[in-house]
């Protein structure tokens, strides 16, 4: 297994040129034929909420991406708004019992494949980001927003325990004090604010300018032997992915039975009609 990590990596050209074909409907793939870079376009109207389809899809194009060889994987949205709204709560609401283990083990699969991923990663945030969506934009090594948007993990304010990956990805990108602050409070920043504290590295004007940053971005790893660069990442975040393995099957058995508890189901009922209110109230 390790073996053929290894000789994958070795194989690598430092910059092909090729198009790979789009098997999926809910995430779109677009290699870049000059700097062999991938875009990953999240594509599921309106909002980008993660449901087990659009996170089913996700993994599939991540795979596809490192399977292609490309240089460098860029995750960004079709949506001028919202980079992803989060986990679909229609998924935790009255829940299909099945389609709610799925959902969950789909989550912890993305966050696993882009959180180990060999390539370098960056997230070209052109929206808002909150939960789920913020668990992208920082399981990747680098980040450019948008002006005006909001970016964090809201799960407190919404009565939920952050599970262990939104702290592994906290603790990555924010100092440790921070980071508990931030997630124990269940704070959302704004782009301005993100900046300030190092939740995002940039700030940009437009989604175009977001893509070259990115782009840029990977491009420091140009002269970096490909497989050198992925064991330090892999030796960077190997204590999270073990205790992650260690703790994955408790964390679907706490997300189950949290959902699943009639407080929560409450609660979600609640937010999820002050969500579809508000719209209402925009409208008049
Ligand atoms: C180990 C222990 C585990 C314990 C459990 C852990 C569980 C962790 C779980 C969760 C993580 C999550 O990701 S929960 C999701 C959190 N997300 C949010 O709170 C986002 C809420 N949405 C918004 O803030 C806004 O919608 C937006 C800023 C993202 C977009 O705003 P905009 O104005 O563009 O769009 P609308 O607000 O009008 O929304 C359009 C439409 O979508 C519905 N909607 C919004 N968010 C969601 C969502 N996350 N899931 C499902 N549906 C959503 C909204 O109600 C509107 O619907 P209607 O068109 O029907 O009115």
């Known amino acids: 297994m390790m073996r053929s ?3 994958s990596l070795l194989i690598r050209a430092p910059s092909v040129c090729r198009s790979m074909s789009t098997a999926t409907k809910l995430t779109t793939i677009d290699v870049n034929d000059k700097t062999g870079i991938a875009t990953l376009t999240l594509n599921r109207s309106p909002i980008n909420a993660l449901n087990v389809e659009l996170l089913q899809d996700l993994n599939e194009s991540i795979k596809e991406i ?3 060889k490309s240089r460098g994987l860029i995750l960004t949205s079709s ?6 709204a989060g986990l679909d709560l229609n998924e935790m609401y009255r829940p299909d019992k099945d389609r709610a283990r799925l959902l969950w083990i789909k989550l912890q699969d993305v966050w696993l494949a ?3 991923c060999d390539l370098p990663t960056a997230a070209a945030i052109n929206g808002y980001a909150p939960a789920g969506g913020c668990l992208l934009a920082t399981v ?3 980040r450019v927003m948008l002006p005006k948007c909001r970016i964090g993990f809201n799960e407190t304010q919404l009565g939920i325990v952050p599970p262990i990956f939104c702290m592994f990805n906290f603790l990555n990108v924010l100092p440790r004090r921070v ?3 931030s997630l124990s409070q269940g704070q959302m920043f704004t782009t301005e604010q993100a900046l300030q504290i190092g939740l995002v590295d940039d700030v940009v004007s437009s989604k175009g300018e977001a893509l070259d ?6 491009d420091t790893f140009a002269k970096v032997n490909p497989l050198a660069r992925s064991l330090a990442k892999q030796q960077f975040r190997a204590a999270d992915l073990q205790r992650f393995q260690t703790e994955r099957a408790k964390d679907l058995e ?3 039975a949290f959902i699943n508890h009639p407080q929560m189901q409450e609660g979600l009922g609640i937010y999820l009609n002050s969500l579809k209110k508000k719209q209402q109230l925009n409208a008049v």
Do not use: G, P, Q
């Open 5 to 7: 990590k290894f000789l």
């Open 140 to 142: 990747c090594e680098y």
């Open 179 to 181: 980071a508990e602050r």
């Open 79 to 84: 949506n001028d708004k919202v980079f992803s």
């Open 213 to 218: 940053k990115c782009t840029k971005f990977i």
């Open 66 to 68: 490192e399977d292609n």
């Open 254 to 256: 706490s997300f189950l």
């Open 114 to 116: 882009l959180y180990s």
